[in-house]
């Protein structure tokens, strides 16, 4: 059974500061992975993906991968009051039409 | 412009009714999901339609019939509805990478 493990939180980060997220999951065969943010009420919105082991840059924004630990995080730097949302970790197979494995999200709180 | 758009945006209704829900995308997209988000938010999939195709069909119950006219288009039917399909559906897309969600449909069942 294909997992991915979230901590719920809340987390909270003072505003300025860097906001790290965690995730982990149980599917060797996973490749692809992604973070996506989801306001309350809203849909959830792509913010990151990344496909190799390493760090991928964005912005405020880096998502790192572990393929040997099975361990994905997501760096939000200089947090600001606006990311203060659920972020929700994502992982796919690799086939092209697999749907994705969500974890049940972590809920950021920026304190500003 | 609406990348992935779905109608209606909030559903009430009553058990035993029969209900369909909309999705299109503009993007292009060869695949196409349906995903259901219960009330402690936990995103699932349901089905995914590559090129008109059904690919996946999670554990979801018959009561639940998935059709996609075209490749814009997946739309979600749903029999006989019962209290715990109470939910947020969302309809996504992707090319073979990553998955952009629509606004979402809030299904309340009574």
């Known amino acids: 059974q294909k997992e991915v493990e979230q901590n719920s939180g809340p987390l909270s980060v003072p505003e300025g500061a860097i906001a790290s997220l965690n995730c982990t999951y149980s599917?060797?065969?996973?490749?692809?992975f992604f973070w996506y943010r989801q306001y309350s009420g809203k849909s959830p919105e792509l913010i990151m993906s990344?496909?190799?082991?390493g760090d991928k840059e964005d912005g405020r924004f880096t998502a790192q991968l572990n393929k040997a630990s099975q361990y994905v995080s997501l760096l939000i730097r200089d947090s600001q009051p606006s990311d203060s949302a659920t972020y929700l970790c994502?992982?796919?197979?690799?086939?092209?039409?697999?749907?994705?494995?969500f974890g049940k999200g972590t809920h950021l709180i920026i304190q500003p | 412009d609406t990348a992935v758009s779905q109608t209606p945006k909030y559903l009430v209704t009553q058990m035993g009714n029969d209900k369909s829900i909309k999705c299109e995308q503009n993007l292009g997209h060869d695949t196409m999901y349906w995903y259901k988000q219960d009330s402690k938010k936990f995103l699932k999939i349901m089905f995914s339609y590559n090129n008109k195709e059904l690919i996946i069909n999670e554990t979801v119950p018959n009561r639940f019939s998935p059709k996609s006219p075209d490749k814009a288009h997946l739309n979600l039917h749903i029999n006989s509805l019962e209290l715990g399909d109470s939910a947020v559906y969302f309809c996504?897309?992707?090319?073979?990478?990553?998955?952009?969600f629509g606004p979402g449909t809030r299904l309340l069942v009574l």
């Open positions: 996504a897309s992707s090319q073979g990478g990553s998955q952009y």
């Open positions: 990344i496909y190799s082991n």
């Open positions: 994502a992982a796919n197979s690799g086939g092209g039409a697999d749907g994705l494995t």
């Open positions: 599917d060797r065969v996973s490749q692809s």
